[in-house]
């Protein structure tokens, strides 16, 4: 089964930058997804790029966030600029093929 490692999370100051990074175990053709989640709200989606390279952000993040993805190294990448208080998260990120792939979430904190 394909799993995903991600890493890349941390503490940051508001206005700061943070790379994400999914590694997935092995070759996986699907769309990509960048997700977050914070105790007081439902997991929402922030970034996806389609197999056609084409991206798209929740409108909380455009202008701020870019997803891209390396398939020569299984690789998916958020990143995250100008970043807020209200960006404070855990980030998941998921492949949505034949399988609905998740990785365990990284923290990302922003202080303001």
């Known amino acids: 089964q394909v799993q995903l490692v991600e890493s890349g999370g941390g503490l940051v100051q508001a206005g700061g930058s943070l790379r994400l990074s999914c590694t997935a175990s092995?070759?996986?053709?699907?769309?990509r997804n960048w997700y977050r989640q914070t105790p007081e709200k439902q997991r929402e989606l922030v970034a996806t790029?389609?197999?056609?390279?084409?991206?798209t952000y929740a409108d909380s993040v455009k202008g701020r966030f870019t997803i891209s993805r390396d398939s020569a190294k299984n690789a998916l990448y958020l990143e995250m600029n100008s970043l807020k208080p209200e960006d404070t998260a855990v980030y998941y990120c998921?492949?949505?093929?034949?399988?609905?792939?998740w990785g365990q979430g990284t923290q990302v904190t922003v202080s303001s």
């Open positions: 790029i389609f197999t056609s390279g084409t991206t």
């Open positions: 998921n492949i949505k093929g034949t399988f609905d792939v």
């Open positions: 092995q070759s996986i053709v699907g769309v």
